[in-house]
């Protein structure tokens, strides 16, 4: 995973090592424990009601502030954050404040959308590679460490670029975008999660509670999906929280190569690159769109870092 | 072990052997033109451009072009850059010591960072400096690289004019070579530092629960010495694989950091590769890179096993 | 073999290695008379004393370029983009420089030629040149007509690559009348004879470096990464996509130029931060082709530090209009000649389009300095600007066109006629300062009630010439396409944009691969009728007029919208002398043997 390219945004490395986690369950509710333990990390509870405020303010902000995010008006381009433009404008005389808003919504989505696709698959790799074993295991594990052998800057350029026209062809300019980017993302980082899920599976499959499920007559899908997941699930959900923060990044860092959204459509990252040749001129061009970038990711990962200690069953507070 | 390892290699070779394919179908199939330069230039008519592409073998069917890559990257004949027509090896060679030099610092300098600040974090759980810590550790990988990049270059180049923001491999006098590496050092430190102080600290925080460390002090051992004996040694075996792993990217360079900053490194040239379509060296950064991968995560496994007793190969 | 005996020898003489006394009797064993001996040696110590005598020449220290594409090949004729002349034309030179008024200025030739002077046959048939006296390559051996002829040779051969071909095309052959005078006769009578030889293509190559690397193996030739030529300096070292470092050429003929004792050409990064680099901060002493965001550039001036460099001829930024459907699919291609486009094909909506661009707004806003609004497809050189044509924004006009022509606005505010709805795919490359101008453009047509959906391609596919790729401006998949196609001294192969004379070949289609050079399909008989006069008239006001006339004709039937006359705009160090560098039609380093330090 944080093997390519050290400006590849991947702060899940320190989840991808902590394998072997399995530990004895406690006689309270799994869920129960961890939402009382979250509470008490006060940092990550500000994240989560930070994380929530952004995204709401995204979703219901434009209906509430309906200022048009593409107006042009060269009369008050650049100017500074005012009672008509609380964010400014930029060089296009464009609305600031909306532009934000509008963006937010496509960044936060393009994070969460490519956070399932990651798990989804990551999870489906890892549990069926742990459950059954053998040949199965093997090959899907090559085929991880393939995955995780590509180079991966290079192959997600390529593949924007490759895959670009087709799909914006088929599915128009943003939602071809869209499903591009989120596809890209989550193909190229599955792998640290399936690894993490199969090597749970591999240690819970032979527990006691799943050998008794088994020897009452229980179907594989169900011991997977009902007894085992459960338990290996905790850093998937750490894992994926950070992820959300890593695709909201990669796609600015996207945008910044020329690969990501088209201009008119302004995503944080988006909006940030098209800042960064005014950062002297008109500051507040980068200033708004570069809080909320930074805002989203540490609110996400105090979020995750709560998450980890919240739901380590160890932990007895 | 020996075993072990070879096993490894050989299981290896299939692996590459399809990740070749598959980056060189990507590579091949990509949409763009060694020549695309030259469209808008009314003196260059279509069928100058048609045949300079046909001189390049450009119009052959895949198949040929990638059994003749590969048969010529066997014999070490890793092909010549369209754009330039200078070997694919030198152009990488010319590339590489400067890579070593910029990328290898700020690696050096994120370690050199990461492991006091993630310890101290780690001992001082939830104190103050753990705190400033964490939050420094998260603003640092918030913060795409290329915001702070820039940020860096009005500060520092613009309004104080202390340091250049071109790196020019000319330069020779050793102020000015290091001057012009600080920036796209700290940038890239500040990125790698950020994460890696986290992985110290969680890595850490995984020993610190554990039996042997309750028995250390249970034995009477002074706090400092069981931090430093026992916990830091086996938290550290995680870093260290962690750090091999990521040394492939000292190979591929820093895309953003290296365009910002003019730094004439492999990331900058896969960049322009990729905007010229210079499918050789796009291909070579891209097998060497996998290679690269592929063997890093052999060593890593391999101090992993020698690090710690616990794992045995079979 | 004998020869090559003979320069080793001098050569280790040279070096010091060997003694004179031993030289001579080394060629007395080679057969040669003493006296020749000496003359040999004599002419040996020669050289490098004359060299070496020139007050000024590299007394300056070291220039530094910025050119943030960066680079590539020196060897002009393999060049893969303008960055690759600028950089090969710090060492090798053409006949003859022009400006971008069409002026010319003698380089190697003795002087320009004329139909006065003899020197342009009257019937348009040849050119005879009268070379410069004593010029040496930067090796020491002397430039002749003979080189010239080289050049051709190696240019025309097909498999040579070069992509400076298209300028040679029309040579029948060119031959040496002695060593200083050399004639190149045309295969069809032209009045431009000044295609080959001259300005960005023109560079004449030694052949005594080249001779072996005509054909197919000319990518091979050393020489590409390490070129030199009769210019003021000469590669010194090269690193492909990064820096090329030059050294002065010893032999360079004005004993007291070029003035630097190096010049770095660093290559890499982007146009904002280039521009940054010479007014802000000062690390460079010019800066090539800032393409920047006019707000930007402009305040970075206010730096100090640096003089904004402009010059008009960089091309137009223009609209193209698809003239046929870019949605159906005929004969396995879209846009086929075969079909109409459901509206772009109606003149009144061409002409209503036309009316709503407010070029003045996107020349103030976003050109400022470095454009201007233009009514004219065809600006450069000069002498073609025609004055009969103008540019109105009148939206009430445009909208009234649109009713006349049938197009009515529907329930949702968008015009359509027999079912069809005016929604327009208006593409361009990813470019910040085109996304821009898309938005200028979008914001009027929205106002016709036109649905506008913006699109951008990645520049490296939008200008592929590759046809298996739908994206590029050949295969032009869409309804309206915006670049910039820069102008050449004959106003031939910009205005074959619009011709059609022989349909299958000139239009941009399947059959011929794309390579048509008519991309926008259009076709005009009077425009063809034009077009045809002035490739054959060879009289110079009259050709000009026939120019003039083609321009008029298709800015008339909109067969594209002019937007922009864009400027080439470079900036050089306040301490930096550069001339006047800029010009549309060689690279802007071509005096750089007279660049100096003023101060």
Request: proline content about 6%.
């Amino acid at each position: 995973m944080a093997s390519t390219g050290s400006d590849r945004v991947a702060p899940l490395g320190p989840i991808a090592a902590r394998l072997a986690f399995e530990r004895p369950r406690h006689a309270r509710t799994l869920w129960g424990d961890a939402w009382r333990r979250f509470r008490r990390h006060r940092l990550a509870m500000a994240g989560a009601a930070t994380f929530l405020l952004l995204t709401l303010g995204c979703l219901v902000g434009p209906f509430v502030y309906r200022v048009p995010i593409n107006a042009i008006d060269f009369g008050h381009s650049m100017s500074p954050p005012s009672a008509a433009h609380p964010f400014g404008s930029n060089d296009l005389g464009q609305d600031m404040l909306a532009r934000v808003l509008y963006g937010g919504r496509i960044s936060i989505a393009v994070g969460f959308s490519a956070m399932l696709t990651s798990i989804t698959l990551g999870v489906l790799v890892g549990a069926v590679a742990g459950f059954f074993g053998g040949h199965i295991d093997n090959v899907l594990m090559r085929i991880t460490d393939m995955f995780l052998s590509f180079p991966a800057l290079v192959l997600l350029l390529l593949i924007v670029y490759l895959f670009h026209d087709p799909i914006t062809h088929r599915l128009g300019t943003q939602v071809g975008t869209f499903v591009l980017i989120v596809g890209v993302i989550g193909i190229l980082n599955w792998m640290p999660t399936a690894r993490l899920v199969r090597a749970g599976f591999l240690a819970v499959k032979e527990k006691e509670f799943v050998e008794a499920a088994r020897s009452v007559g229980v179907g594989p899908v169900k011991q997977m999906v009902r007894h085992i997941l459960p338990n290996v699930l905790s850093p998937v959900i750490v894992a994926g929280t950070l992820s959300v923060a890593a695709a909201i990044l990669l796609e600015s860092t996207l945008s910044f190569l020329g690969y990501g959204f088209p201009p008119d459509v302004p995503t944080w990252g988006r909006l940030l690159f098209d800042a960064q040749n005014y950062l002297d001129l008109a500051p507040h061009m980068a200033l708004f769109p570069g809080i909320m970038i930074c805002l989203a990711i540490l609110s996400i990962n105090y979020v995750g870092d709560g998450l980890r200690d919240a739901l380590d069953p160890t932990r007895v507070f | 072990m020996t075993k072990y390892i070879l096993r490894r290699l050989l299981t290896a070779i299939p692996t590459l052997i399809l990740i070749s394919m598959a980056v060189f179908a990507i590579v091949a199939l990509a949409p763009g033109d060694p020549l695309a330069g030259l469209a808008t230039n009314p003196d260059v008519p279509p069928e100058v451009r048609l045949n300079i592409l046909h001189q390049m073998g450009l119009d052959q069917p895949l198949p040929i072009r990638y059994l003749k890559w590969a048969e010529s990257w066997v014999v070490g004949n890793w092909g010549y850059s369209f754009g330039s027509h200078i070997p694919v090896t030198r152009l990488l060679m010319q590339r590489l010591p400067t890579d070593l030099w910029v990328i290898g610092s700020a690696y050096l300098c994120a370690v050199l960072i990461a492991i006091p600040v993630g310890v101290i974090s780690a001992v001082r759980q939830y104190s103050l400096q753990d705190q400033v810590a964490t939050t420094f550790a998260f603003i640092g990988y918030s913060l795409p690289t290329f915001f702070t990049g820039i940020l860096m270059i009005i500060i520092f180049s613009v309004r104080l004019r202390w340091l250049p923001f071109i790196y020019n491999v000319q330069v020779h006098d050793p102020v000015g070579f290091l001057k012009q590496a600080i920036m796209p050092v700290a940038v890239l430190a500040l990125f790698q530092s950020a994460s890696l102080t986290r992985f110290v600290r969680s890595s850490m925080l995984d020993n610190v629960g554990l039996d042997y460390v309750r028995t250390a002090r249970a034995k009477g051992l002074a706090q400092s010495r069981v931090i430093r004996r026992h916990v830091l040694r086996n938290s550290l075996i995680p870093v260290v694989t962690l750090i091999a792993l990521q040394l492939p990217g000292v190979f591929t360079g820093a895309v953003v950091t290296e365009q910002i900053f003019r730094v004439p490194g492999i990331g900058s040239l896969l960049i322009s590769s990729l905007q010229n379509s210079d499918t050789p060296v796009l291909m070579a950064i891209a097998f060497v890179a996998a290679i690269l991968v592929v063997l890093l995560n052999l060593v890593a496994d391999v101090i992993y096993g020698t690090l710690d007793p616990r794992i045995r190969y079979g | 073999m004998r020869s090559d005996d003979l320069r080793k020898l001098i050569t280790e003489y040279r070096t010091h290695r060997l003694t004179r006394r031993q030289v001579v009797t080394r060629v007395g064993e080679l057969g040669l008379s003493l006296g020749a001996a000496w003359t040999l040696l004599d002419r040996a110590t020669a050289l490098p004393a004359r060299a070496a005598a020139a007050p000024g020449r590299g007394t300056q220290g070291t220039l530094k370029l910025l050119y943030w594409q960066a680079p590539t090949i020196v060897n002009l004729h393999l060049a893969n983009g303008t960055k690759d002349y600028h950089a090969s034309r710090m060492v090798m030179e053409p006949l003859l420089s022009a400006d971008s008024a069409g002026n010319f200025t003698a380089v190697l030739a003795a002087e320009v030629p004329t139909i006065a002077n003899g020197g342009v046959a009257k019937d348009g048939r040849s050119v005879t040149y009268k070379l410069k006296q004593g010029v040496k390559w930067a090796d020491g051996r002397p430039f002749t007509a003979d080189d010239v002829v080289f050049t051709y040779q190696y240019v025309i051969n097909k498999q040579t690559g070069a992509t400076s071909y298209g300028s040679y095309t029309n040579i029948a052959k060119v031959e040496p009348i002695n060593a200083n005078t050399v004639k190149i006769t045309f295969k069809d009578p032209t009045p431009f004879w000044y295609i080959p030889f001259v300005g960005s293509y023109g560079a004449i190559v030694p052949r005594h470096a080249l001779d072996a690397y005509v054909g197919s193996n000319a990518r091979n030739a050393p020489y590409n990464l390490k070129s030199f030529g009769t210019g003021p300096y000469m590669v010194d070292s090269f690193r492909p996509g990064d820096l090329v470092v030059y050294k002065p050429n010893p032999y360079y003929r004005d004993p007291n130029k070029p003035a630097f004792s190096q010049v770095q050409m660093k290559g890499g990064g982007d146009a904002t931060s280039a521009a940054r680099a010479v007014f802000e901060t000062g690390e460079y002493d010019y800066a090539w082709n800032l393409q920047v965001e006019w707000p930007v550039l402009d305040h970075m001036v206010a730096g100090g530090k640096g003089v904004l460099l402009t010059e008009p001829g960089g091309g137009v930024e223009c609209l193209y209009l698809n003239a046929t459907d870019p949605n159906k699919t005929v004969d396995g291609q879209r846009s086929s000649i075969k079909t109409k486009h459901p509206f772009l094909s109606d003149l009144k909506v061409r002409q209503a389009l036309a009316l709503a661009v407010d070029r003045q707004t996107m020349a103030k806003e976003l050109y400022g300095q470095t454009g201007d609004a233009s009514p004219n497809l065809l600006t450069t050189p000069s002498k073609y600007y025609s004055k009969n044509t103008k540019m109105t924004m009148d939206l009430n006009k445009a909208n009234s066109l649109l009713e006349e022509a049938g197009w009515k606005r529907g329930s949702d505010g968008v015009r359509e006629k027999n079912g069809v709805k005016m929604e327009i795919a208006y593409v361009t490359s990813v470019n910040s300062l085109r996304q821009k101008e898309q938005q200028i453009v979008k914001a009027g047509f929205d106002q016709l009630g036109a649905k506008v959906t913006l699109q951008s391609v990645d520049a490296g596919v939008f200008f592929s010439s590759s046809p298996g790729n739908t994206d590029t401006i050949a295969h032009f998949y869409r309804d309206i396409e915006m670049f910039t196609d820069s102008f050449s001294l004959s106003p031939i192969p910009y205005m074959r944009q619009w011709y059609s004379g022989d349909a299958a070949r000139d239009i941009a289609q399947k059959e011929n691969e794309w390579s048509g050079q008519n991309l926008v399909r259009w076709q005009n008989a009077d425009y063809n009728k034009t077009f045809d006069a002035a490739l054959n008239e060879l009289d110079p006001q009259k050709n000009t007029e026939l120019w003039i006339k083609a321009n008029d004709i298709a800015v008339d039937q909109v067969a594209g919208i002019p937007l922009i006359n864009r400027k080439s705009t470079s900036a050089r160090a306040k301490t930096l002398d550069t001339g006047k560098n800029m010009t549309a039609f060689d690279a802007e380093t071509w005096n750089v043997a007279e660049w100096k330090r003023s101060g």
